[in-house]
């Protein structure tokens, strides 16, 4: 019966290590765990393993990843309070995960557009287009002022430059810049607030000020509290093998339940 009791008490244990205890999905969970932040070497270097050694294709990665950002779009900023969002995506992979949030976020009730000012002629996100306009997202061609995003949406989405960004802006994407740096809509980013180092965050200039940050596999070193302070924070992207948990020497926290994402700041 003492083994019994001890081998029940030691599954518990692990059920709560990767389970994250008995919260069930969609309840509130703000996590505690001291977190290790990426550079921006680190983060390159993860993609490319997880490309590489573990297999996954760069489609896998980005329904997972814009999934993710929806579902902590719609935790912070529900389409019944906010239920007009406008996506801004780049030409990259950041913009690859605000086509595919896009497309989850009108599932989850949002009246959703995009404006996409520098188009990547890859099938990839060219099919992730078409997907959004089969769902009825509507393109957004020329960025109206502040002043009319502010009265047309309730939210926006930064998808605009992830991890790789080098600065400068390039021209046809500075409209869009400064557009989620000048409005006074929430802005969520993804991964990366764009336009900031990745490691040493918004610097001294004028910078965009989210006030919700869905960081992707595990944050990097802008995210931390001395950056983001006052600024929600979220983890998607449950997805890491654990020998890259290991090999990065990763501390993450437990995603409740089967969620998605987990809450890292209250």
Not at 124 to 131: A, E, I, R
Not at 216 to 245: M, N, T, W
């Amino acid at each position: 019966m003492f083994f019994r009791l001890i081998s029940s008490a030691l599954l518990l244990r692990v059920a709560n290590v990767w389970g994250g205890g008995v919260m069930t999905s969609g309840a509130k969970h703000c996590s505690n765990v001291r977190l290790r932040y990426l550079t921006q070497k680190e983060a390159i270097a993860l993609d490319e393993d997880l490309f590489n050694e573990y297999k996954y294709s760069v489609n896998q990665l980005m329904e997972l990843a814009g999934l993710s950002v929806a579902t902590a779009v719609a935790r912070v900023y529900p389409p019944s309070t906010h239920p007009s969002a406008l996506i801004i995506c780049g030409p990259g992979n950041n913009g690859g995960d605000g086509l595919v949030a896009a497309r989850h976020m009108t599932l989850f009730g949002y009246k959703v557009s995009i404006h996409y000012p520098k188009r990547t002629e890859k099938p990839l996100y060219q099919n992730l287009l078409s997907q959004c306009e089969a769902f009825g997202v509507d393109i957004v061609e020329y960025l109206p002022a502040p002043k009319e995003l502010n009265n047309e949406y309730q939210v926006l989405v930064d998808a605009l430059f992830g991890f790789s960004f080098k600065p400068p802006v390039r021209k046809e994407l500075a409209t869009a810049m400064n557009a989620l740096i000048e409005t006074n809509l929430p802005v969520c980013s993804v991964d990366i607030p764009s336009g900031w180092d990745v490691e040493n965050g918004p610097g001294t200039g004028k910078a965009l000020k989210p006030t919700l940050l869905i960081s992707l596999s595990a944050p990097k070193l802008c995210a931390q509290d001395k950056y983001i302070e006052g600024v929600k924070h979220f983890l998607g992207g449950r997805f890491l093998p654990p020998g890259i948990v290991s090999k990065y020497y990763l501390r993450l926290p437990h995603y409740p339940g089967d969620d998605q994402v987990v809450q890292l700041s209250c």
